[in-house]
């Protein structure tokens, strides 16, 4: 079985700008997170969708959404980035609904923003 | 605001050594996993852990769930090179909806 794919692995942006980020989960995943992982904050909660519906969210703010497709692939929009987004974004799937089972990790987008 | 406390934040050690980290909380969780994560990859999981008491091994990887259900811990035994890593402890606390991440031990062997 695949596992989570990100795309694209690396991003530079400047300030100001928007940015999309994609997420392919494991096949017949159905629920997908995102985390921002910075040195100094660690792994941050950002949201987690299952079947299309955003069924928790973290305490960032409204630049930072998403979204979720009927074929379970999910995208990350940050817009109007500021320096401080800079960051690796982790996306993570897992097979069931139950909100103990495992998170399923990709291996990130490094958003580099200047 | 921090809801787990993992210690040590780094570790420094002979190749061959066993390490132990850990994972404490001043609430109460249904679940512990513990990951490790190379440079420039995703955490990837090393155990998961549902009752309290329990004790998992997963090769020279050996986790338990405190008995309290506000710790966890983690041993390695005979560290090897690519050991090398930060390895994260992850818990669901008891009637929350998503998972807690430690800040993560980083270890680093000297050959």
């Known amino acids: 079985k695949a596992g989570v794919t990100q795309t694209p692995r690396y991003l530079i942006k400047t300030r100001g700008q928007q940015v999309t980020l994609s997420c392919s989960p494991i096949?017949?995943?159905?629920?997908v997170s995102w985390y921002q992982q910075t040195p100094g904050q660690g792994l941050q909660f950002l949201f987690e969708?299952?079947?299309?519906?955003?069924?928790n969210k973290g305490n960032f703010p409204g630049r930072f959404s998403g979204r979720q497709f009927s074929n379970s692939r999910s995208e990350m929009n940050v817009s109007t980035l500021e320096l401080g987004d800079s960051a690796l974004y982790l996306c993570?799937?897992?097979?069931?609904?139950?909100?103990?089972?495992?998170?399923?990790f990709g291996n990130g987008t490094r958003l580099t923003v200047t | 605001g921090q809801q787990l406390n993992q210690s040590p934040q780094s570790m420094f050690i002979q190749e061959g050594e066993d390490v132990s980290m850990n994972c404490t909380s001043s609430?109460?969780?249904?679940?512990w996993l513990w990951y490790k994560q190379d440079p420039g990859e995703g955490p990837v999981l090393l155990i998961a852990?549902?009752?309290?008491?329990e004790l998992t091994s997963n090769g020279r990887l050996t986790a338990q769930f405190g008995i309290t259900r506000k710790d966890s811990f983690l041993n390695i035994s005979a560290s090897i090179p690519s050991d090398v890593g930060i390895y994260f402890c992850?818990?669901?606390?008891?009637?929350?909806?998503?998972?807690?991440f430690g800040q993560g031990t980083r270890l680093t062997i000297n050959p």
């Open positions: 096949s017949g995943h159905r629920s």
């Open positions: 969708y299952f079947s299309e519906t955003q069924r």
């Open positions: 993570a799937s897992k097979g069931t609904s139950s909100y103990n089972s495992p998170l399923h």
């Open positions: 852990l549902y009752k309290a008491g």
């Open positions: 992850a818990g669901l606390i008891q009637g929350a909806q998503k998972l807690v």
């Open positions: 609430s109460i969780f249904n679940t």
